[in-house]
């Protein structure tokens, strides 16, 4: 019998390098390896907070454009409807939440914290993305996890950023 043939830089991204194969768990370990790898990046190239929320947007509209095809080809390679070992949604969704963070500890893990409530949770109308067909289905409903997260991250850390903004000695 042979083993179906894999299209191996769709497993590659939809994967996100591995980290979907591993338990328990997988879409928690996609999560935390994009704020790992967002924070390093961030850590060895510092970016002001203006151009920080813009990399951090191309990026996940670059996951985005590249992660539905993946997820699709994967979903139709494994015959899953959604394999929980794609996690490049939890990529896309996950950089969105922290378009706005700072890099530090507190905030990127409130921005990670947020992120997987959301995306298990699954709020209305978030459910409802689930039913576009493919990748799209697989990917458009953590977006809009992403979404809801950034909306309550703002909401929780955006005043203490403006206070912060104003006291003395700050720009």
Known sequence: MTTPRKTRWAWVVATFFGAGYLKPGP???????????????????????????????VAAVIVTAI????ATI???ESGRKDPGFVVIDEVAGQLLVLIFARVVWPDVLLALILFRLFDIWKPWPIRRFERFPGGTG?????????IYALIAY?????P????????????
Do not use: E, K
């Open 27 to 57: 879409g928690t370990y996609g999560s935390v390896a994009t704020v790992l790898l967002w924070s390093a990046c961030l850590y060895f190239h510092p970016l002001t907070a203006g151009w920080r929320a813009l990399v951090t947007l």
């Open 138 to 146: 697989i990917v458009v409903d953590d977006l809009a996890a992403g």
């Open 74 to 76: 994967v979903a139709r």
């Open 67 to 70: 992660g539905i095809p993946a």
């Open 160 to 171: 203490f950023l403006l206070l912060i903004d104003h006291l003395p000695g700050h720009h």
């Open 154 to 158: 703002w909401f929780l850390i955006g």
